[in-house]
């Protein structure tokens, strides 16, 4: 079974940095899109790959949990030290972003035994710009969600994307990820800590 998800880039049109200090911010998605292909294998089996670094790499199932653990303790060391370069360590594997999608979609959705999948990301967008990272881990979400059979909300696929992020950015305000999670233009701020999006009607 092949499985094709994709979802948009962003554009920030105003208040980037100020909606970490509670100022609302307003955001909209472009066409640019990050797509994932998905394949279902009759093995247990994980190939990733990564055209854009010429990057191609097999798992097994336990070898891609036990990263759960290197997140863990990464994080378990910037919780001590309160040091954002312990976060850097992430950078150390080209698919870090794909495999914390794939746990932390299992985890969200309370599977075990996941099959074996090839999946591939590409990107339309910059290493870096537009949101790209948000934009591939929605569509791993959303696409690893069906190859286990599962049904998710546009508000689980944000909290699920919220919680691959906060690996990287601890204090990540969640406006790339309302923006993409729910697509077109969003008003977005977050009040006591907790994310508030509108969805905003554009009439011309």
């Given at each position: 079974m ?8 962003k554009?920030?049109i105003i208040g980037?940095?100020?909606v ?9 998605t ?7 292909n998905?394949k279902?294998?009759e ?5 990733i790959k990564?055209p854009?670094?010429n ?6 199932w336990?070898?891609?949990m036990n ?14 030290m309160?040091?954002i ?8 594997d080209a698919d870090?972003l794909v495999?914390l999608?794939?746990i ?6 309370n ?5 074996g999948?090839?999946?591939q990301?590409?990107s339309?967008?910059?290493?870096g ?14 696409a690893?969600s069906k190859?286990?059979?599962a049904?998710?909300?546009k508000?689980?696929l944000?909290?699920?994307v919220?919680?691959?992020?906060k690996?990287?950015?601890p ?5 790339d990820q309302?923006?993409?999670?729910y697509?077109g233009?969003v008003?977005?701020q977050?009040i ?6 509108e969805?905003?009607?554009i009439?011309?």
């Amino acid at each position: 079974m092949m499985i094709v998800e994709k979802s948009p880039g962003k554009i920030i049109i105003i208040g980037d940095h100020a909606v970490v200090h509670g100022f609302p911010g307003l955001v909209a998605t472009i066409g640019l899109y990050a797509t994932v292909n998905l394949k279902v294998r009759e093995d247990s089996k994980v190939i990733i790959k990564i055209p854009h670094f010429n990057f191609s790499y097999e798992y097994t199932w336990d070898e891609i949990m036990n990263y759960s653990k290197k997140a863990k303790n990464i994080w378990d060391e910037y919780t001590k030290m309160k040091d954002i370069r312990v976060l850097q360590k992430f950078k150390e594997d080209a698919d870090n972003l794909v495999k914390l999608s794939l746990i932390e979609t299992l985890k969200y959705l309370n599977k075990d035994n996941p099959p074996g999948i090839e999946i591939q990301i590409d990107s339309e967008m910059s290493i870096g710009g537009f949101g790209s990272s948000t934009a591939v881990a929605c569509s791993i979400i959303k696409a690893f969600s069906k190859a286990l059979g599962a049904k998710i909300t546009k508000d689980d696929l944000f909290n699920i994307v919220m919680n691959i992020e906060k690996h990287f950015y601890p204090n990540v305000s969640g406006l790339d990820q309302s923006a993409i999670s729910y697509g077109g233009l969003v008003r977005f701020q977050k009040i006591n800590g907790k994310a508030n999006y509108e969805k905003m009607n554009i009439n011309s």
